[in-house]
């Protein structure tokens, strides 16, 4: 039996791309074009999709996506950039159905922490709140309130046991300010609690159904507090787990002690996906570091995702090393500067659907079991998604998008003076020199291929990134479409589905007031 290397030994995949290449552009211009001819290639923003009679409602969208053997419920990846993803952004984001990819340019121990950080935190429990003792009066509950903005404060003795909880708002600091917490709490007898074990979809059940439940304290088995479910936060969860944890990515380099030092620890933590992160994914070093993680996940379900790429060779050559998914972009994130540096680089939307046609016929033409699709860079609105989910991209992955959340790593450390969040690119001047002063990643790199910026902060992800799955459902819904595969086949299908603006026509998909 032929297996992916085998193929790979027999087939030109050069040669191969080159055929799936030439059928490509005979199919968008209706001619054979010949090698070096300049060639018309479109970035996101320059197409809108021609919506299509529609039965589907909003919310009866399904955003599901598989990525290898891994399943996600939304197709959202947070990019393993120093400013990005961190345990508390992979936490989040698992919460919501996605996954974030704990990034790899930190040391080894590091990155292990963050990912088992994330793997043992469930998704919307606060924990360790603010707390009060039952004998603070409540003057020192105004204090948290107005230094914190807390107003519901979970009561603790000395040894630990959850007393019950102070909500501000039933107290007058004013009248009350010299009394004790006890005496205004409302003690755990009246509360409803639920068992640290409980799945989360009983949670969630439970404070949707239930009268009095808009606060959930979780109570492990002594009796002392978990943590809080606030049910405002969980009516919009939609958690995604792996192997009873949450999903969970992280990123590494071609070297081979990436597998060694960080991969093979994370595995036995339950890690779901493993990115091989380069800038220039064709090229023999990742092909080879796809291959050796390939052995080393084994029978395992976790999933190799390889890139970036933005050639069909590049995708063939990674997937018979046995990539379950190419990650394509080269070029067009919001911080890079790769293209005006080097010349390099791809407009994204022909990038993703000409790599969606070579998915669709390189079995055919170069005998190559393909790897799903990731679109990385320059997808930062929700149409952006939708656009590029309907080009052929299983999942998007985000930067500049995520770096606005308060769970981003540069929120966290950094904050806000502004209202804005700083990031820079990992192979930013900041970045490359914060390498080289830890002596160990800033090799041979001196020329910055990106830059910094910032974006507006958006508070925590729960607060705005339904909204933005609301907004992708929307646009699936307006071509008819319930999953992104209906999607996909709306686009391929219909004659006229894609509109190449012109510059008023981008001018009119924008307000103007
Ligand atoms: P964004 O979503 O448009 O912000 O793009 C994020 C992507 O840009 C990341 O996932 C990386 O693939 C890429 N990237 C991150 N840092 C740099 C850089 O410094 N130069 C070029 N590309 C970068």
Not at 201 to 206: D, G, I, L, P, S
Request: net charge neutral; with cysteine; aromatic share 6%.
């Amino acid at each position: 039996m032929m297996t992916r290397e085998t193929v790979c030994v027999y087939e030109d995949i050069t040669a191969s791309a080159q055929r799936i290449e030439r059928k490509y552009w005979k199919m968008v211009l209706g001619r054979v074009v010949g090698p070096g001819c300049p060639l018309p290639a479109y970035a996101l923003p320059e197409l809108s999709i021609m919506p299509g009679h529609s039965e589907v409602h909003p919310n009866d969208v399904n955003l599901g996506t598989r990525l290898g053997c891994v399943s996600l419920k939304i197709p959202f990846l947070s990019a393993p950039m120093g400013d990005v993803t961190g345990a508390e952004m992979a936490i989040a984001l698992s919460g919501h159905g996605g996954c974030g990819v704990v990034y790899r340019f930190q040391r080894v121990q590091d990155q292990i922490g963050s990912v088992k950080e994330a793997l043992r935190r469930r998704p919307f429990l606060v924990e360790n709140p603010k707390s009060l003792r039952p004998d603070d009066t409540v003057r020192e509950a105004q204090r948290i309130l107005d230094e914190f903005g807390f107003s519901t404060i979970p009561v603790i003795t000395e040894s630990g046991a959850f007393e019950g909880i102070m909500f501000t708002d039933k107290v007058s600091f004013k009248e009350h300010g010299e009394d004790l917490v006890s005496v205004w709490m409302k003690s755990v007898s009246e509360l409803k609690t639920v068992r640290a074990n409980t799945p989360f979809n009983e949670v969630q059940q439970r404070s949707r159904n239930e009268q009095e439940c808009s606060i959930l304290p979780v109570l492990n088995d002594d009796s002392s507090l978990a943590g809080f479910y606030f049910m405002k936060d969980t009516a919009d969860a939609n958690p995604v787990t792996y192997e009873g944890k949450p999903l969970v990515g992280m990123a590494i380099n071609d070297r081979e002690e990436d597998i060694t030092e960080r991969v093979i620890p994370c595995l036995d933590l339950g890690v779901g996906i493993v990115v091989i992160d380069s800038s220039h994914g064709n090229c023999r070093a990742v092909i080879d570091q796809v291959s050796r993680l390939k052995k080393v996940i084994g029978n395992r379900n976790v999933c190799i995702v390889a890139g970036n790429v933005a050639d069909i060779d590049g995708y063939l050559r990674l997937s018979a090393a046995g990539a379950d998914v190419v990650k394509l972009g080269i070029g067009p994130g919001s911080i890079c500067t790769t293209s005006i540096g080097t010349g390099i680089g791809y407009p994204m939307f022909t990038l993703i659907q000409k790599i969606s046609f070579a998915r669709r016929y390189s079995k055919r033409i170069a005998g190559i079991v393909t790897a799903d699709i990731v679109a990385d860079g320059s997808i930062n609105t929700p149409g952006d998604v939708v656009k590029a989910l309907a080009a052929g991209a299983d999942a998007i992955m985000g930067g500049k998008m995520f770096v606005a959340a308060s769970e981003s790593v540069s929120f966290l450390v950094n904050g806000t003076t502004d209202g804005t969040v700083s990031y820079s690119g990992e192979a930013s001047e900041k970045a490359i020199r914060a390498r080289s002063a830890e002596n160990r990643y800033g090799k041979g790199k001196r020329a910055a291929e990106g830059v910094s910026g910032s974006v507006r902060h958006l508070g925590p992800l729960r607060k705005w990134f339904p909204k933005v799955l609301e907004l992708v459902c929307g646009g699936l819904a307006h071509t008819g479409s319930n999953t992104i595969a209906e999607l996909q086949t709306y686009c391929l299908e219909t004659i006229g589905a894609w509109a190449i603006l012109t510059p008023a026509g981008r001018e009119q998909n924008a307000p103007r007031v």
